[in-house]
């Protein structure tokens, strides 16, 4: 394993895979857009709410609620998270991250998904909310941005168990895995099962917005959504105490 590979934090003593550290930044950086965007369209919605400003008309009202329960729910957290699960396998574990080119082909799945999606909410024909129940319509493309952003999180998730592998492998570490990439691990294993159940609801519902399926149950939809809504909050639980952890200690 070359050296020119690592570089030592000054700081902190840490190791960095300059590839995984790459990562690390790209993914931070757009979670922190996304929760400027989301912060945004918050305040846009509470000074609409106010009965002396009303600031918006109804329809960009859930306009903006659409925008800012989409990016504060699913996109900043699980984009940040990403970001987590590769400092807390590469750095912690002191390992080469897995397959780098694939990690950019994630990172770059997901930002294109955020774009298409938030695209498709400034067109006015997206404002379904975070939820989007059915049998309100959506822009396809709302639908397809979040399909590309689990595709690409999911492969985040796999190149973050595959690093723990090598690292169990080229013996980077005795014992047991540190408690914080236990509990990035957690993370991980939360967000396989939300991406999943994200995969059951919105794609036989985005081929029902091209009108290639002709039902969707709402009772049904509203069920296995929740399965990815309130899932990727329990992510942000885990990763974020393993983060606090991290730095208490």
Known sequence: MSNELFRTCPESGLQFH?????LMKAHAVVAVVILLLGGISALLVTLTRMPAIHLLPADRFYQLLTTHG???????????????????????????????????????????GIIINNAAVATGTASVMMTSYVPMPA??????????????????CFIFLATLVIAKDEKTYEGSIPLVTF????????????????????????????GIVNHIDAAMYRVVWWALGHSSQQINVAAHVAVWYAIAA
């Open 139 to 156: 822009n396809p493309n709302f639908y397809l941005g979040l399909i590309l952003f689990a595709v690409g999180a999911l492969i985040g």
């Open 70 to 112: 989409v990016n504060m729910l699913i996109f900043w957290m699980i984009s940040f998270e990403i970001a987590i699960l590769y400092f807390c396998s590469s750095t912690l574990l002191r390992v080469r991250l897995a397959t780098p080119k694939l990690a950019w082909v994630g990172f770059g799945l997901m930002l294109a």
């Open 18 to 22: 300059k590839p995984a550290e790459r």
């Open 183 to 210: 509990g990035a691990l957690t993370a991980c294993i939360i967000a396989v099962f939300t991406i999943a159940s994200g995969a059951i609801v919105l794609v036989p519902t985005w081929l029902w917005s091209l």
